[in-house]
Structures are given as C-alpha cells and as structure tokens.
C-alpha cells in the first residue's frame, strides 16, 4: 500500500469517527501531531547520547536531553496548530 493510499485510508477513517463535527482534527492538528512525531524521531535517531538535562518532571524525575527535545517540539507543534490555539487559548 503506498503512502497516499495510506494517508487516504487515514483520512477517510478519521471522518468516519470524527463526522463533521471536528474536521480541524483531519485538517491541522493530527498533521500537526504527526509532524513533531517525526521530528522527534529522528532528532532520537540522530542523538548521541541520552543525559539528564538538569531539570525535572512535574513528578520529581530527571529529565533527560531528549525529553526536552520532543516537549519542545510537541510544544511548538501546539503553539503553531491554530486549531490548537483557538481552543486552548
């Protein structure tokens, strides 16, 4: 199955579960989300090491570089959805 095709059976799948009451989910922010999946992806595959960041979680745990690296680019991601930001904001 190729990626368009794929993409398509996604989209069409999503409308089905969604309707027409969220159509900003298939349009911006499921893109949105995939997009900084795929850059933490390979932001991971391309770190040479994994070390605490100095800092910690809302729960006492260390963070480490590469968490602060996805939380950034979840964080971005969100900020630029405007779908996101109309409703969080």
């Known amino acids: 199955m190729s990626s368009q095709t794929s993409a398509?059976?996604?989209a069409e799948s999503l409308r089905r579960a969604t309707g027409t009451t969220h159509p900003s989910l298939i349009?911006?922010?499921?893109?949105a989300v995939l997009g900084a999946v795929a850059r933490?992806?390979?932001?991971?595959?391309?770190?040479?090491?994994?070390e605490a960041a100095g800092s910690a979680n809302a729960f006492g745990d260390a963070q480490l570089n590469v968490d602060v690296?996805?939380?950034?680019?979840?964080?971005?991601?969100?900020?630029?959805?405007?779908?996101i930001h109309a409703e969080c904001c």
């Not at 690296?69 to 779908?83: D, K, P, V």
């Open 8 to 10: 398509a059976a996604l």
């Open 27 to 31: 349009s911006a922010v499921i893109p």
């Open 40 to 50: 933490t992806a390979t932001a991971l595959r391309r770190a040479h090491s994994v």
């Open 69 to 83: 690296l996805a939380e950034n680019y979840f964080r971005s991601a969100a900020t630029s959805c405007g779908a």
